[in-house]
């Protein structure tokens, strides 16, 4: 089939409508709504959740507990003693034949040392969870706005593509107009008609391009159509980062960056963890104290009673599992403190890298809106060349093709910049 025969159904791609009812969304309106919908973000807020939980756990040990039973004992016979004066006369139970007990017990921790170390642990591993989880909101709000800026470079493709086709189609106009003069060949029709195709072409590929971008915007929000979602222009903005001194980005990026932060206590929760090992070592004390009551006296003749004890526990062998525990956790801290310093330089590399790039797109996003102008003139110049007879339809066709790259070209630099302003401010852990 020939591009002249495919100009219909091309055509009919090109002239397609955004979807009717298409979602528009601010970008604040968006971020509020990923904060809400956000599957991701959600799996890490229940992570941090859990991990809170877990210091709830490791602080029971130190507090005191407390106990209550009731207890029913039948015995297969029963044995009572008769005792003679002076100590009696009276009857001592020594097994009753059936007997009910209700007893009530307090635990208090005096002296846990492995116990305070576990709860150290558990608190600096809730806060790298929860820095974890804010890493992790950052990265994805950042995600949303880039999405949103290439959703936004796509819809100006579009727009490019749809001035090319009008540009490709007045060139068929002017074309049939010089046939019909006598001043052109037939074959200056075929070329104008041909690369009217090719425009209708592409702008039917961006236009399916916008589509995927948007159906993107709306994955992340959660949702299943496309989301349209209009954000801030990018040259109006201020670009952070190009005026300060490297070293102060750095060290900004070093204090602000919660994966720095949740490495910091993933060291400080490993840290912990060598000392609750050794403090296994050490012993425990604990005081204790029951009241009981029962339906048959006991020795003493009473029916109920107290008990209070003071006990000391110490653990002298237990196979090797302490000093196990303890090479397990320096092998863990060495770990964490060799992963905290790789974060540090990824931070650094990142930061650099970031607003290189962010030079880079200041710089091609001038020399865009430049070679569009110069585009556009020499563009208009070669028409009226061709309108008068000077130039060809190819002359036409290739200043129109440099003017199609130019404008879309200004599209992707103008999105260029927007990803790598985003991508310094998520570098610098600044919300964008």
Request: negative net charge; charged residues 25%; glycine residues 6%.
């Amino acid at each position: 089939m020939t591009l002249i025969a495919l100009a219909p159904l091309l055509a009919t791609l090109a002239g397609a409508d955004a979807p009717a009812g298409l979602p528009a969304l601010t970008l604040d309106a968006a971020l509020d709504e990923l904060e809400r919908q956000s599957l991701t973000l959600a799996q890490a807020r229940s992570r941090a959740d859990a991990a809170q939980a877990v210091v709830r756990e490791a602080l029971a040990p130190l507090l005191p507990t407390a106990g209550a039973g009731v207890s029913w004992v039948r015995n297969s016979d029963a044995a009572e003693l008769s005792l003679p004066p002076p100590l009696g006369p009276r009857t001592v139970v020594i097994q009753p034949l059936h007997s009910a007990t209700v007893s009530a017990s307090l635990r208090l921790p005096l002296l846990s040392p492995s116990a305070w170390y576990d709860l150290s642990l558990a608190r600096d591993a809730a806060r790298a969870a929860d820095l974890s989880a804010a890493a992790t909101r950052l990265s994805l709000r950042t995600s949303l706005a880039q999405a949103a800026h290439l959703a936004v470079a796509g819809e100006e493709e579009v727009a490019a593509a749809e001035r090319a086709v009008e540009n490709a189609e007045e060139l068929v106009h002017s074309a049939e107009r010089r046939v019909r003069a006598g001043t052109a060949a037939p074959l200056e029709i075929t070329r104008a008609q041909a690369e009217l195709v090719r425009r209708q072409s592409d702008l039917a590929g961006t236009r399916a391009a916008l589509d995927r971008e948007r159906l993107a915007v709306g994955v992340l929000l959660g949702r299943e159509q496309p989301v349209r979602v209009e954000v801030p222009e990018v040259e109006a903005a201020p670009l952070p980062g190009l005026g300060a001194d490297g070293d102060a980005l750095v060290a900004e990026a070093l204090d602000r960056r919660p994966e720095v932060a949740a490495q910091a206590a993933e060291e400080r929760a490993a840290e912990a963890g060598i000392r609750s090992a050794w403090a296994r070592l050490a012993p425990e004390l604990s005081a204790s104290a029951s009241i009981f009551e029962a339906d048959v006296p006991y020795l003493t003749g009473k029916k109920d009673g107290w008990r209070a004890s003071l006990d000391l526990t110490w653990q002298l062998y237990d196979g090797g599992l302490r000093y196990g525990k303890v090479r397990e956790a320096e092998a863990q801290a060495a770990g964490a403190r060799a992963g905290l310093a790789a974060q540090r330089l990824s931070v650094r590399r990142e930061v650099q890298d970031a607003r290189r790039d962010l030079e880079v797109a200041v710089e091609q996003l001038r020399l865009a809106h430049a070679q569009l102008g110069l585009a556009g003139d020499s563009a208009a110049s070669i028409r009226r060349s061709f309108d008068a007879g000077v130039a060809s339809s190819l002359d036409v066709i290739d200043a129109n093709d440099r003017l199609y790259l130019a404008d879309s070209g200004l599209a992707a630099a103008r999105a260029r910049l927007g990803l790598a302003r985003l991508a310094l401010q998520l570098a610098l852990g600044r919300e964008g």
